[in-house]
Nanobody, 129 residues
Framework: DVQLQASGGGLVQAGGSLRLSCVASGDIFDDYEIGWFRQAPGKEREGVSAIKKGGGTTYYAASVRGRFTISLDRAKKAIYLEMNNLQPNDTAVYYC??????????????????????WGQGTLVTVSS
């Protein structure tokens, strides 16, 4: 079974930056959409950013567009989420996830995360004001 290993969370002040990493145990990038969800305390899990199969098209939630950048390194079987200008409302547990088959990219609709195939463990990002 493919596993996803996320890392890179931490505590940062508002305006700061962090980079999250997610390493896959296999080369899944032609078969899976892959990206990041997050869940803040008391809130639903939401899609943050994703890369579509083949590593081309990217998706960003409106709340992070222009501040976050997702990238893929196939040689390292990893994706990254570069997060800049972090704000307190970015505080959440961030989850790496991959989905094999989807008519609608799960990251684009908060109701669809339940159908995502693979999940890594979460990594906590805390942004202080």
């Amino acid at each position: 079974d493919v596993q996803l290993q996320a890392s890179g969370g931490g505590l940062v002040q508002a305006g700061g930056s962090l980079r999250l990493s997610c390493v896959a145990s296999g080369d899944i990038f032609d078969d899976y959409e892959i990206g990041w969800f997050r869940q803040a305390p008391g809130k639903e899990r939401e899609g943050v950013s994703a890369i579509k199969k083949g590593g081309g098209t990217t998706y960003y939630a409106a709340s992070v567009r222009g501040r976050f950048t997702i990238s893929l390194d196939r040689a390292k079987k990893a994706i990254y989420l570069e997060m800049n200008n972090l704000q307190p409302n970015d505080t959440a547990v961030y989850y790496c996830a991959a989905d094999r088959e989807s008519v609608v990219l799960p990251w684009t609709n908060s109701a669809l995360y339940k159908y995502v195939d693979l999940w890594g463990q979460g990594t906590l990002v805390t942004v202080s004001s």
